[in-house]
C-alpha cells in the first residue's frame, strides 16, 4: 500500500509537532516584569513555609537560584511542580489556578537569570554616583576602564551572577576568588608589603599592591608572608549605604554587561521612582 | 588579619586613585631600549633585534639550559614576541594576552576577547607606561591595565565585516600607539593608523593607496585603485633624530594577475617615511614595481649608521621577498646599493642604479604557469632580521625555492573574500632549502650561511647579542645558537615542536634569559646553576 504509506509520514510528523507543543508551552502571560513581579508576591505568600523569600533557602526547602544544577528548566517543567508537586517528597500540589502558576514560572525563571536579563528597580545613573562616591567600589573596582585594580572587574558582572548573588555579594561573606586573595609579605630586608595574590605557590609569589604595582617574589626571600581567607570586600552595603543609594547601586550593576545587553523596556527608568 | 586596620593601610599611600603612580615605561625607555628589557616588537625602534647582553657568549652558552615552560592554552602555532618589562613578560595568541613572571613563568593574569573571532596570527603587545596594546582577529586596538589585564579602552580599526584583521604587534612612540591592518589578499585597501596612547582616540591614517588626483593614483589604471591591496600586516620602526617611521606595504591586488592594474601600484611593495606627528609621507622606495607574486614589502626595515662609501651615513637595510636585499640612505630614502641574497632567482637580472629590478620578459604568472623564483612565499618574509654592530654583519633567514605560478580573472568582491587571481603552487619536487645568512651591511655579499638542515620552511627570525651569538629557532623544532663571526652552531636544544616566532632576550635578577615562543609553549633558558650547593 505505498499511498498509506507515504500518508502516514506527514500524519506522524503532524502528531510529533503537536506532542512536543504540549510538552513545552510557552508561559501564556509572558514574562514581562510586571508578570513576574506578581509571581513574586505569590511565591512569598505561598512557597515560603518552606522555602526562604525570593526565592533563597529557607527551613525545610532548598534555594531556587544558587550554585546547584536543576533538573527542572522549562517553562513546563517548573509548571508541572508548582501545579503539581513532586511526588515522593515533602514538596505538595500549590492548589493555585493556572495563571497563578504561571506567575510563579515566571518569577523562578527570573530568579535564575543573570542580573543583565532583570528589569532590577533603581536609577542606575545614580547607582554608578555611589559606586564612585559613597560606596568606594571605584577605589578597587573598575567598570569600562575607569576604576581601581585591586578588585575584580566589574564591566560585565551583571551578566555574570543573578540578582541574589549580586545581592550576596555586597551584604554576605562569600569566599574570595581566585587571584584577589589578601596577602601581606614581610622582606628579608624587613619591607612591607600588602596586596592581593594574583598567583602564588611554594617558591613564588606575584603580589599586586594597592598603587596597582606588581612585586615578583620569591618565597626564599620573604621573611613571613600571611594570606587572609577574609576578602578585602566590604559586606555591609544594605547597612552602610541609605535604603535609594543601595537600591540603584543595585541597578547599576545590574545592567554591566559587556557583551549584547537587552534593549530598555519601555518606561524601565521610571521604575522605583 | 584585621581587615579594618588593613584596608585603610592599603591605601595609605593612595588616597585618590589619580594619584596612583603605576609601573611605567617610559619614552626614554622605548628610546635607549636598554638591556634589561625587550620593549618592542624588534628589541628597538632601529629594528636591530640587538642586545647588549653578554652573560650568555661564545665561551659560556655550552651550559644554556631550559629555566621554564609556560604552555599557552590552546596553542598550536604561536608566532608572538615576547614584551619583557621589569620582569613581567607578556605573549599573546588570536584575542588573547597573558602576562607571566618573567622569572619562573607563573601567569599573572590572562585577558580574553569574547565574543573572539578565529583569524591569526597574533605577533604580540606593545607597552607604553601603564597600558599594554593589543590588536585583535576582529580590527580592533585594545588598551589593557598592564599590572591586571583589565579594558580599559577598545578602538575599532576597520571593519572586521568587510574583512580586515589585525595580525601584527603595534608599536607606541611619543604617546602615539602605531597599528596597521591586514590583508591586502582580499582586495581591501591598506593604511596605518596612529592613536592617542591615553584615549585610543585617531590621531592620523595613512592611506597607502592614492585616491584619484593624489600623488602616486597616476600608477593605478581605471578604478583598480579601489580593490588594490597595500596593507602593513608587520611592525615598522623609527628613527628618532629625523622623527620619521619606516613601514613596509603589502602586496597589490589581485595578487597573481596585474592585467587590471597596469602601472607601477604605489604604494604597494614600498617602504615609506612617515612623518610621526603628522603621517604625512616624506619620502617612499619601492622594491617591486608592479608585482605579480604576492611579494609584501612587509619585512623590517633595519636603521643602522654606518660608513658607507667613506662617510658616516643615516641607512635603511631591507632583505626583500623578491630576493634582494636593498641599502636605502633613510633620510631621503636613495638606494645605495643592493644584491640577491638568494641563488634562486629568475625574475629579474639585477637592479638598475636606482635600485629598480630588471625584469626578464615572461618570468610572470601566467595562463599555463610559469616557474618563478623566489616563489610567492618569498626568498624573506615577516621572519625578523638583526644586524649586529659589533660584526657590522646583517642576519636573515634566507628560502631557496620555486613556484609554479598561475594567474586568472577574478572579479572583486566585497566582504572579506580572496581576491588573489590564483596563485603560486611550490615546486614540491624541488629543493627547498632554509638557511641563516650573514650579509655585509653595506655590499650584501655573502658572508656565512648555516643551513637549517630539515626544514623546507622558515621557521622563526633572529636575535643577535654582544655575546657574540645568533639565536635562531627552526620549523624544525631546533633552537639553536650561532656564532655571528662564522655561523658555527655552538648550543642547540631540540623543542620538540615547530617554531615559528623570534627570540628575546633579557634580565631578571642580574641573570640573563633568552626565550622563545614554540608552537604551544613559551620557554626560557638561561645558564646553569647548581642550586643543591
Redesign the interface.
Known sequence: MPMAKTAAVPLLLAFALIATAQDKPANPLGASPQVAEAGRLLYNKSCTACHGPDGTDGDRAPALDGNRRYFRVSEAAIFEVVKNGIPGTVMPSSGLSDNDVWRIVAFIRNVRATASDLVVPGDAQNGMAVFNGAGGCVRCHMIRGQGGLLGPDLSSIGAQLSLIRLKDALTKERPVPNGFRPVTAVTAKGEKLSGVAKNSDAFSLQLLDAQGKLHLLDMSELRSVEFSKKSLMPRSFDKTLTATQYRDLLAMLAVQARTKVRAPLQGENEIGR | ?N?RK??P???A??PL?SQ????QVTDKQLLEAGEANWLTYNGSYDSRRHSALKQVNTSTVGALVPKWVYHVPGATALQTVPIVVD??MYVTQPNEVYAV????G????DYHR??ARQKGPNRGVAVYR?KVYFTTPDAHLI?L?A??G????ETKIAEASDGYWSPAAPMVVKGKVLAGIAPGDHGLNGFLDAYDAVTGERLWRFNSIPKPGEAGSETWAGDSWKSAGGNTWLTGSYDPDLNLLYWGIGNPAPDFNGDVRAGDNLYTECVVALDLDTGKMKWYFQFTPHDTMDWDAVEIPVLVDAPFEGNMRKLMAHADRNGFYYLLDRTNGKFLAGAPFVKRLNWASGLTPEGRPIRIPGIEPTLKGTVVCPAAIGAANWQSPAYSPETGLFYVVAQEGCGFAHKSTETFRPGGFQYRATGDVNMKDDDWKVYVRALDLTTGKLKWESERIGSTGFGGGLLSTAGGLIFSGEQNGQFGALDAKSGKTLWHFYTGQQITAQPVTYTVGGKQIVAIATATDIMAFGLFEDHSK
Open positions: 588579619m581587615l588593613f584596608l593601610a592599603l591605601f599611600a593612595a586613585l596612583v603612580i603605576l609601573a620582569g613581567v613572571d618573567a622569572r619562573n607563573r601567569q599573572i593574569w569574547i565574543p601603564d588598551a591595565a599590572s591586571t583589565q579594558v580599559l579602552w
